[in-house]
């Protein structure tokens, strides 16, 4: 027998993000997923080690690595539409659990509970708090990126996530923001070199 579920979770590098604007870098699902994991991972032990927390970060990397897996079923569907009202929210919500239960159904019955903790976990979770402050962070960056590349376009975008990441009040968070996120304005040649 074959299942296809790796084969789909391939397809994110296929679907692209930000598709109402014009983009200087475009990027697709797979880049965003590695980026959204990678911060929230640090979100998690940044946590740990500053803040005492007791988050597992290997779940909150694994939830990250996940977190659009029903896109490659549904595309991407561009915040606005996505949030322009509570019946589409929560149409497109039913969507993408839909599309999440059918790709699970394509792994062999031992490994389906080992996807879904992370495809379908508990969102009221620190790991999955730490993992949407992430996202958010990521689309913050690529805001960043395309401005810096000339992209106004962007603009108005970068003020309103910068709004929300600032509205969440988790240290570990505030820390990232304030100690790793200004980087992300540098060029090359303004970064810190790798030798001395």
Not at 43 to 56: M, P, Q, R, S
Not at 112 to 131: G, N, P, T
Request: aromatic share 12%; proline share 3%; glycine share 4%.
């Amino acid at each position: 027998m074959s299942y296809d579920f790796y084969a789909y979770l391939s397809r994110m590098k296929h679907i692209k993000r930000w598709s109402l604007m014009r983009s200087q870098v475009e990027e697709n699902v797979m880049e965003h997923s590695w980026q959204v994991a990678v911060i929230a991972h640090s979100l998690a032990i940044i946590k740990n080690e500053f803040f005492d927390g007791k988050v597992d970060a290997y779940k909150t990397m694994c939830l990250a690595v996940y977190h659009e897996t029903g896109e490659v079923v549904t595309g991407d569907l561009p915040t606005p539409i996505k949030y322009y009202n509570a019946q589409i929210n929560s149409a497109y919500k039913d969507i993408e659990r839909l599309s999440c239960e059918r790709l699970i159904g394509k792994l062999p019955e031992k490994l389906r509970d080992k996807y879904s903790e992370f495809i379908f976990d508990d969102e009221e979770s620190e790991e999955h708090k730490l993992m949407k402050a992430a996202d958010k962070i990521s689309a913050y960056i690529k805001c960043v990126e395309e401005i810096n590349a000339g992209n106004k376009e962007f603009k108005k975008a970068k003020a309103s996530i910068g709004k929300e990441i600032a509205a969440i009040k988790d240290q570990a968070v505030c820390y990232f923001v304030e100690n790793f996120l200004p980087s992300f304005e540098k060029s090359l040649d303004e970064l810190s070199p790798l030798a001395d």
